[in-house]
């Protein structure tokens, strides 16, 4: 079987022709077999084998997430496969629901959900009435003085200070 090392850092042989599971490697090796007459090892050792091996299969992984891989890898079961494909299917229909609402509703509300299939809820945006309503009180009913010594070694820093902000330190209420 051709293979090529793709990525420096591992020792992973990769094959390179593209193929989606160790099964459909393992049907190329029958069929390969089957044409030269050749005894079939069972799937379990060929698996075993591959591994032994360390090949893997090559393939851009954008478009598969790290548990869709390992399905493929015979690195995960039936039923946790099953369940993943499930939400993923749930998670895609929900959010082709939003954006089709999204599109529809044009009142300024922004309606959510927790759970997809509850029903929707409206998100309370605070509004600029509310924040006025709740202006906290100053603590000082004035600037407060800082300290004369601090004032002092505040003056000292004149020089290392650009001439125009000199202004701001004078008028610092001070004891
Ligand atoms: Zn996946």
């Not at 478009?63 to 369940?83: F, H, M, R």
């Not at 494909?85 to 089709?100: G, I, N, Y």
């Not at 299939?117 to 605070?126: G, T, Y």
């Amino acid at each position: 079987m051709p293979a090529h090392y793709c990525r420096k850092s591992s020792s992973k042989k990769y094959i390179e022709r593209s193929f989606n599971s160790k099964m459909e490697v393992y049907q190329e090796y029958k069929n390969w077999s089957k044409g030269r007459q050749l005894p079939i090892a069972s799937r379990q050792v060929f698996v075993d084998e591959f591994d032994a091996g360390d090949f893997a299969i090559f393939r851009p992984r954008k478009d598969q997430c790290d548990l869709c891989v390992s399905y493929a890898e015979g690195k995960v079961s039936e039923a946790t496969y099953t369940l993943h494909r499930l939400q993923k299917d749930m998670a895609q229909k929900a959010k082709e629901d939003d954006k089709k609402r999204a599109s529809e509703s044009g009142d300024g509300c922004i309606l959510f959900k927790l759970v997809h299939d509850e029903d929707w809820k409206e998100l309370i945006v605070r509004g600029n009435s509310t924040s006025i309503k709740h202006q906290p009180k100053p603590l000082f009913s004035s600037q407060r003085q800082i300290a004369a010594a601090k004032f002092k070694h505040l003056q000292e820093l004149k020089p290392v200070i650009p001439k125009d902000i000199h202004g701001f330190y004078d008028s610092l209420p001070h004891e």
